[in-house]
């Protein structure tokens, strides 16, 4: 394009140049001075037209270009077709405006894929990431940050504390140096938020732990160490002052010496029941306690553990009243579960009111076969109802050492059932009482181990 506008002001040049040496003759020879001018006015019409329509065929070129530009940058995938002959400038032009538009495009597809990978790798992350500008505006906010503020929308440009209002959300975003802080949000009663500085930007980066489990399980292990000292520094000392007291001389009158001998054999029985449960939650946790499911019929098991609390049920006058349906099964071991229904009927009857009555049923349920057992106690607390299968804990802990308890049996119970692919849990038995409940698979086959 460019060459044929040079081509073009070239004849120009070369018709001027003529129009010039007609114009120089006619000066030398006045009769022909009038034609002369003449010729000079006709080529001085034709030079401008030829201007203009250069100037015309140039403006159109470049509009086109104009245009192809435009279509470019709304499209990167696009392309300006070359419009010239080789080593035309137009020409060269659009060859470089298509290189810089392969080279945006690339651009564009590489911010595109790590974009894409950014994304799924905090959507994949258990911790909560938020991303948010100077102005404390949403540029980032991944699905688990979304579960622990109780969002379900994507809040993208929004400001952040249309979401969440804690103040020490914000402290950490204001302040100048990264740090840390636990406070609670919408949807977690306690988590963990570290702040940093995006890089290359202003605004900042939080990431979002849940700790409410951690920190419970740090409460529970503190709990069980101050437990467990106490349950064993109660019967220790109580052999250790027993056995001083008769070597000081006591073991001379019989009368003293009977009940201090008395009292070191039940505390070192209560030693041994402490530290064999410790053992079998040990075993428990450890995954070394052997489990062999098979299918059980459960009325069989229950009377067979019925056995093991008649003595306990007669002296406290408690009726024991059994309705389960024949041929019901669950898959279980057979021992593991003869163990969960002993403790289970035998805290009926033990925390029961004398004189009163535990009932053990079982049915089908839709997902398996529920065991329940009833009492007309005085219940347990709300407060309490959620932690009587920690170590140790005790509703009443008064009573709960009075009947003999470890504080460890219902622990193992869990434990247990847990083990077996089932839920345990506890209800409140109105008006009085409460209902230890199991769920267990139902058995398709007596007798098949698996």
Same mark, same amino acid.
């Given at each position: 394009?460019?060459?044929?506008?040079?081509?073009?002001?070239?004849?120009?040049?070369?018709?001027?140049?003529?129009?010039?040496?007609?114009?120089?003759?006619?000066?030398?020879?006045?009769?022909?001075?009038?034609?002369? *001018?003449?010729?000079?006015?006709?080529?001085?019409?034709?030079?401008?037209? @030829?201007?203009? &329509?250069?100037?015309?065929?140039?403006?159109?070129?470049?509009?086109?270009?104009?245009?192809?530009?435009?279509?470019?940058?709304?499209?990167?995938?696009?392309?300006?077709? !070359?419009?010239?002959?080789?080593?035309?400038?137009?020409?060269?032009?659009?060859?470089?405006?298509?290189?810089?538009?392969?080279?945006?495009?690339?651009?564009?597809?590489?911010?595109?894929?790590?974009?894409?990978?950014?994304?799924?790798?905090?959507?994949? #992350?258990?911790?909560?990431?938020?991303?948010?500008?100077?102005?404390?505006?949403?540029?980032?906010?991944?699905?688990?940050?979304?579960?622990?503020?109780?969002?379900?929308?994507?809040?993208?440009?929004?400001?952040?504390?249309?979401?969440?209002?804690?103040?020490?959300?914000?402290?950490?975003?204001? #302040?100048?140096?990264?740090?840390?802080?636990?406070?609670?949000?919408?949807?977690?009663?306690?988590?963990?938020?570290?702040?940093?500085?995006?890089?290359?930007?202003?605004?900042?980066?939080?990431?979002?732990?849940?700790?409410?489990?951690?920190?419970?399980?740090?409460?529970?292990?503190?709990?069980?160490?101050?437990?467990?000292?106490?349950?064993?520094?109660? !019967?220790?000392?109580?052999?250790?002052?027993?056995?001083?007291?008769?070597?000081?001389?006591?073991?001379?009158?019989?009368? @003293?010496?009977?009940?201090?001998?008395?009292?070191?054999?039940?505390?070192?029985?209560?030693?041994?029941?402490?530290?064999?449960?410790?053992?079998?939650?040990?075993?428990?946790?450890?995954?070394?306690?052997?489990?062999?499911?098979?299918?059980?019929?459960?009325?069989?098991?229950?009377?067979?553990?019925?056995?093991?609390?008649?003595?306990?049920?007669?002296?406290?006058?408690?009726? &024991?009243?059994?309705?389960?349906?024949?041929?019901?099964?669950?898959?279980?071991? !057979?021992?593991?579960?003869?163990?969960?229904?002993?403790?289970?009927?035998?805290?009926?009857?033990?925390?029961?009111?004398?004189?009163?009555?535990?009932?053990?049923?079982?049915?089908?349920?839709?997902?398996?076969?529920?065991?329940?057992?009833?009492?007309?106690?005085?219940? @347990?607390?709300?407060?309490?109802?959620?932690?009587?299968?920690?170590?140790?804990?005790?509703?009443?802990?008064?009573?709960?050492?009075?009947?003999?308890?470890?504080?460890?049996? *219902?622990? @193992?119970?869990?434990?247990? &059932?847990? #083990?077996?692919?089932?839920?345990?849990?506890?209800?409140?038995?109105?008006?009085?009482?409460?209902?230890?409940?199991?769920?267990?698979?139902?058995?398709?086959?007596?007798?098949?181990?698996?």
């Amino acid at each position: 394009m460019i060459q044929r506008v040079r081509l073009r002001l070239l004849g120009l040049a070369l018709l001027v140049s003529i129009l010039a040496g007609a114009l120089a003759t006619a000066v030398m020879r006045p009769q022909l001075a009038s034609d002369a *001018l003449s010729i000079a006015a006709v080529a001085f019409a034709v030079s401008i037209f @030829i201007g203009w &329509v250069v100037a015309v065929t140039l403006r159109g070129a470049i509009r086109r270009v104009a245009r192809s530009m435009r279509d470019v940058v709304r499209d990167p995938s696009r392309r300006i077709a !070359p419009d010239g002959a080789t080593g035309d400038e137009l020409r060269e032009l659009t060859e470089w405006i298509n290189f810089l538009a392969d080279d945006a495009d690339k651009s564009h597809r590489a911010l595109a894929r790590e974009r894409m990978l950014l994304a799924a790798v905090a959507d994949g #992350s258990t911790q909560g990431v938020i991303a948010v500008d100077s102005e404390h505006r949403i540029e980032l906010l991944n699905d688990a940050a979304r579960k622990m503020l109780g969002v379900t929308s994507s809040p993208v440009g929004e400001p952040l504390i249309d979401f969440v209002r804690v103040p020490e959300l914000f402290d950490l975003l204001d #302040s100048d140096v990264a740090a840390t802080a636990e406070v609670s949000l919408p949807n977690t009663p306690r988590a963990l938020i570290r702040t940093a500085r995006k890089w290359g930007g202003d605004g900042r980066v939080l990431l979002l732990e849940d700790v409410t489990t951690m920190r419970r399980l740090e409460t529970v292990r503190r709990d069980f160490v101050a437990n467990v000292s106490h349950e064993l520094r109660t !019967p220790v000392a109580v052999i250790r002052a027993n056995a001083e007291t008769l070597m000081a001389g006591a073991k001379d009158d019989p009368a @003293i010496a009977g009940r201090l001998i008395d009292g070191l054999h039940r505390n070192a029985e209560r030693l041994a029941r402490i530290l064999a449960d410790l053992l079998d939650l040990s075993r428990l946790d450890a995954g070394q306690y052997r489990l062999e499911l098979a299918g059980v019929a459960v009325r069989p098991v229950i009377e067979q553990s019925l056995s093991a609390v008649e003595p306990q049920a007669a002296q406290r006058n408690v009726t &024991v009243r059994v309705d389960i349906p024949e041929g019901l099964a669950v898959r279980a071991d !057979p021992k593991a579960l003869d163990h969960i229904l002993v403790n289970l009927i035998d805290n009926g009857v033990k925390y029961g009111r004398p004189d009163g009555n535990v009932w053990v049923e079982a049915r089908l349920a839709s997902d398996g076969v529920r065991i329940e057992v009833r009492d007309d106690g005085p219940g @347990i607390a709300d407060q309490h109802r959620t932690r009587v299968f920690e170590r140790f804990y005790r509703a009443d802990p008064s009573r709960s050492r009075e009947a003999g308890g470890t504080g460890l049996g *219902l622990s @193992i119970v869990k434990h247990l &059932v847990e #083990s077996m692919d089932g839920e345990v849990g506890v209800e409140p038995n109105l008006p009085h009482g409460s209902i230890f409940w199991l769920r267990l698979p139902r058995a398709s086959n007596m007798g098949t181990s698996s």
